[in-house]
């Protein structure tokens, strides 16, 4: 279980928001819908709360 938290499940999230991340900074290059940046923002951080309890997860099942 450690090993599909730490090298399945942690980079997935991590890629998850940095992709987010990217489609974001495109959209605000290219002087996209702000409607459009708002979303994929709360998205965003939908996304690095996830990430951080899968984090907080893969730690806590690491040491116990």
């Known amino acids: 279980m450690n090993e599909f938290l730490t090298y399945v499940l ?3 999230a991590v890629g998850a928001v940095a992709v ?3 489609l974001g900074l495109n959209n605000f ?3 996209g819908s ?3 940046s708002q ?3 709360r998205l965003r951080v939908l996304l690095q ?3 951080i309890i899968v ?3 893969t730690i806590w ?3 116990g």
């Open 10 to 12: 942690v980079p997935v």
């Open 49 to 51: 709360f996830i990430a």
């Open 29 to 31: 290059a290219k002087g």
């Open 55 to 57: 984090i907080m997860i």
């Open 20 to 22: 987010v991340l990217l």
């Open 39 to 41: 979303r994929l923002m």
């Open 61 to 63: 099942a690491i040491r």
């Open 34 to 36: 702000p409607h459009t």
